[in-house]
């Protein structure tokens, strides 16, 4: 699945927004799929449900769940993604902060660059390992 990381500045419901749009991104969950159970999902991250059903409402407000009455919470037929800008937004938003984070630590652009592709990689192989 994913982790959750409380010392981090996102909101907890955005990280499970955030875990769920990747492992859909990464084929972990693919269209028409059944999504974890509020509780389940709750349980397993061993956070408050009330937080997980915030990022599912909000994953089903943007067309990327569908609620199928009495069946359960389902990924989309066709989950929409995030617009063009908002994508550059949240990518620039990101790359802001590693490299800021890069230049604090003294490390050059050749060092953050090869740590980004590793994590990059390290993330796919990881999903598609539990597909």
Do not use: C
């Not at 084929?27 to 159970?37: C, D, F, T």
């Amino acid at each position: 699945m994913f982790d959750i990381n409380p010392s981090d500045a996102a909101p907890i419901w955005k990280q499970i927004e955030d875990g769920m749009r990747r492992m859909i991104q990464l084929g972990s969950l693919r269209p028409g799929e059944s999504v974890p159970s509020v509780r389940d999902l709750a349980k397993s991250l061993r956070v408050n449900p009330n937080t997980v059903a915030r990022a599912y409402q909000r994953l089903t407000d943007l067309g990327v769940f569908a609620v199928r009455r009495g069946e359960g919470t389902y990924v989309a037929d066709e989950p929409s993604q995030p617009k063009r800008s908002e994508r550059n937004e949240k990518l620039r938003m990101g790359a802001a902060s590693y490299a800021g984070t890069a230049i604090a630590v003294g490390a050059s652009l050749d060092e953050a660059t090869e740590e980004l592709e590793t994590s990059y990689e390290k993330l796919v192989t990881e999903h598609r390992r539990k597909v």
